[in-house]
């Protein structure tokens, strides 16, 4: 199956799948309903402006299969960028069929070739067993870190999912 998936860097014409992907996995992992004005607005902002980031599209027979974004963080330490892998969505239909797994062999490919990427970061709910045995799996670990977070006051991108 991974041979006949196709991985891509997403454009404009693929907005409302990555809108549609967001808002499937914030409902799945988080029980959050992301409002669509803010979800549009933030994936319209980071195709339009490259240097904060770039989304990767997986198509298996033509249909979008899945998709992940990266944006960057700067490390002192290691004077290089990490790229952090954000936004994971495989549509439930390809799953466990090696999407996730060729998306991040093309990113690993893709950073093969910047001397300026350090490495891969990710972060995933405490309890999405399954996402952490995949990411393991690609050779990531633990690294040790809980995040932390702090939303300035008014800030408003969901509303909690009925039960």
């Known amino acids: 199956m991974a041979d006949s998936i196709r991985i891509r860097p997403a454009t404009a014409g693929d907005a409302a799948a990555l809108i549609q992907f967001n808002a499937a996995m914030a409902l799945e992992t988080e029980r959050k309903v992301l409002l669509p004005e803010v979800i549009?607005?933030?994936?319209?902002?980071?195709l339009g402006h490259p240097a904060l980031g770039f989304y990767v599209i997986a198509e298996c027979g033509g249909e979008v299969a899945g998709s992940l974004m990266v944006t960057n963080e700067w490390s002192d330490w290691r004077n290089g960028n990490f790229w952090w892998i954000q936004s994971v969505y495989v549509r439930p239909e390809f799953r466990r069929r090696g999407v996730y797994r060729q998306l991040y062999k093309h990113l690993q490919a893709r950073a093969a070739e910047d001397r300026s990427i350090c490495g891969f970061?990710?972060?995933v709910e405490r309890d999405n067993v399954r996402a952490q045995e995949t990411y393991r799996k690609t050779g990531m670990r633990d690294a040790g870190y809980m995040v932390f977070e702090e939303?300035?006051?008014g800030i408003r991108f969901f509303e909690p999912a009925e039960k």
Do not use: A, D, E, N
């Open 121 to 123: 970061r990710l972060y």
């Open 40 to 46: 549009g607005k933030g994936v319209h902002h980071l």
């Open 151 to 153: 939303l300035k006051p």
